[in-house]
């Protein structure tokens, strides 16, 4: 028998890298059956790499074509660590490094969008509008309930304080008229978080659930959810998988057209410069960049990218780099 356990202690760096594995089995023909495993292994992390980056649409035209062929072309090394074999027991931690670049590679060849980052989570509004009762911000509320008693299992949802001025900022009118500025006010709040709105009616013989998410200035109707009975379980994991893919559809990288900004570069000595320059490599959307000009501490760069300005700046903060932006001109620091 085999199984695969992940280690949670170490957490991946982005979205195109995976954990190590933990890898055990018995058998009479160990060599044959850990290329086997490792064959397993291999599926099974770019596998989850896709289905990470890509919406469930894409993902599932995409799996298709997954065979172990196709995923040697993405692997840039494999490592094997605390191997162990007594007897006919085998163990091992193992980790697929994937080349991320060939993987994005693979996907404009095929005009993919996808993503190079997830939300850590997503502010949750939840108003229960039963017959007798409307719930929002309070302790009467058995959705937020749920939530708390649960926290570990369900980070996804980040749950407001519950407090005077959340109920100051946002009540049971705001939510049923989808009062924008009230809803903005409350993001604030938050530092910006992503956030959902979930309503939930019950009416005694179904809960109804209606899932919105905030795009901007734009609330989206994702879906309707209904339940004979109250299920929890079912129910958070079913809003955690369907607001994602609507996260990842208005978030999606295109891979067509090729936008230009002029940057401003600025380090103070070389080994800061060439930090820059491996942090923009990092960012996969950047097809590339020139230098235009050079000065004391300070080049000049024409950046050519992918995608829209707004993910372009998030990717470039995430990667450690500081960054101005202003009508197609930006400066840009290491952090």
Excluded at 3 to 16: A, D, E, G, H, P
Excluded at 114 to 143: A, C, G, M, Q, R
Excluded at 174 to 197: C, G, P, R, V
Excluded at 219 to 229: G, M, P, Q, R, S
């Amino acid at each position: 028998f085999i199984f695969f356990i992940i280690n949670n202690s170490t957490l991946s760096k982005s979205l195109f890298e995976e954990d190590f594995y933990e890898i055990q089995f018995n058998s009479n023909n160990i060599d044959e059956d850990k290329i086997l495993k490792i064959k397993n292994l291999k599926i099974k992390t770019i596998s989850k790499i896709f289905s990470n980056i890509l919406i469930k649409k894409d993902y599932d035209k995409i799996i298709k074509n997954i065979d172990i062929d196709l995923t040697n072309t993405f692997i840039k090394n494999i490592i094997i660590n605390d191997e162990k074999i007594i007897n006919d027991n085998y163990y091992s931690k193992i980790k697929i490094n994937f080349d991320k670049k060939k993987i994005i590679y693979y996907l404009r060849e095929h005009n993919i969008s996808y993503i190079e980052y997830l939300p850590k989570n997503f502010l949750t509004v939840i108003y229960e509008d039963n017959n007798l009762n409307k719930n929002l911000f309070s302790k009467n509320n058995i959705h937020y309930e749920y939530l708390k008693k649960n926290i570990d299992k369900y980070r996804f949802y980040k749950i407001p304080n519950l407090d005077i001025n959340d109920r100051y900022l946002l009540n049971h009118i705001d939510i049923e008229n989808k009062n924008l500025d009230k809803f903005q006010n409350f993001k604030s709040k938050y530092s910006d978080h992503d956030l959902i709105l979930i309503i939930s009616k019950n009416n005694n013989t179904n809960i109804k659930y209606s899932i919105y998410f905030l795009d901007e200035n734009i609330f989206i109707n994702i879906k309707e959810l209904d339940y004979v009975k109250y299920n929890f379980k079912d129910l958070f994991n079913s809003i955690e998988f369907l607001v994602l893919d609507q996260w990842k559809k208005q978030n999606s990288i295109q891979n067509i057209v090729i936008n230009n900004l002029y940057c401003e570069v600025t380090f103070y000595n070389l080994l800061e410069l060439k930090q820059i320059k491996k942090n923009l490599d990092n960012v996969s959307i950047i097809e590339n960049y020139n230098l235009n000009k050079i000065s004391n501490n300070l080049n000049f760069y024409n950046v050519e990218y992918y995608g829209n300005i707004n993910i372009l700046l998030k990717l470039l903060q995430l990667n450690n780099l500081n960054i101005k932006y202003n009508d197609k001109f930006c400066k840009i620091s290491l952090r």
